[in-house]
């Protein structure tokens, strides 16, 4: 169910959110405060050109809580539609404010994705950077599809540890379908499909 809080703009299909960092930030401890489930769809001009072609995608993002808009371009068009305050939300500077939020919100993360060993120094950079921080767990589930025994045992091993957020690195459009097809059974109130900020140099500069 996509966030009635914050403005959408339609461009090319894409109903974008009209959002500032702090408004992300906002949003995302209203719904953990309140223990419901969205996913929030990072997006840069590539995902909205995707969402061109593919109607299912374009469905899948604007059904996200919050379409927030990754990239300069996509910032300007919102700017030049009224939207003033609009800021850009990229992916690896998200994840760092929810981390430093979450110093005094007690926010509990899970780090999904990347290849073998990247969640893991990722985490590691940031609890260099926030020694305080609640990591609740990371996985590198493999880049093929999983089979059924493979997803079931991911989501049981997501749900057991109770994050707050999970951070999915899963690359554009599988991060965004991912979190689609498993907003009903991951026991999770926020989503956030980051594949970018995986890279922890990128993330943690």
């Not at 109607?55 to 300069?72: C, K, Q, S, Y």
């Not at 690359?171 to 995986?198: D, L, T």
Request: glycine letters at 8%; aromatic letters at 6%; one cysteine or more.
């Amino acid at each position: 169910m996509a966030s009635e809080l914050h403005p959408r703009v339609n461009i090319l299909g894409v109903n974008v959110s009209a959002v500032t960092m702090e408004e992300v930030l906002e949003a995302m401890a209203g719904w953990i405060a309140r223990g419901e489930r969205r996913y929030v769809c990072v997006t840069p001009s590539h995902t909205v050109m995707d969402c061109r072609t593919d109607p299912e995608l374009r469905r899948i993002v604007n059904a996200a809580g919050l379409v927030t808009p990754d990239g300069m371009a996509i910032v300007w068009l919102l700017r030049w539609r009224g939207h003033r305050r609009v800021e850009r939300v990229y992916g690896p500077d998200l994840v760092v404010s929810a981390c430093a939020r979450s110093l005094r919100e007690g926010w509990r993360h899970f780090f999904c994705g990347g290849a073998p060993g990247v969640a893991e120094r990722l985490t590691n950079r940031l609890l260099e950077r926030f020694p305080n921080l609640a990591v609740a767990g990371t996985a590198a589930p493999p880049f093929r599809p999983l089979s059924a025994d493979e997803d079931r045992h991911l989501v049981e091993a997501i749900n057991a540890t109770c994050p707050d957020i999970l951070w999915v690195g899963l690359g554009s459009p599988k991060q965004e379908r991912w979190m689609a097809e498993h907003a009903e059974r991951i026991q999770v109130p926020v989503m956030v499909g980051v594949g970018a900020a995986f890279d922890p140099a990128t993330c943690c500069r």
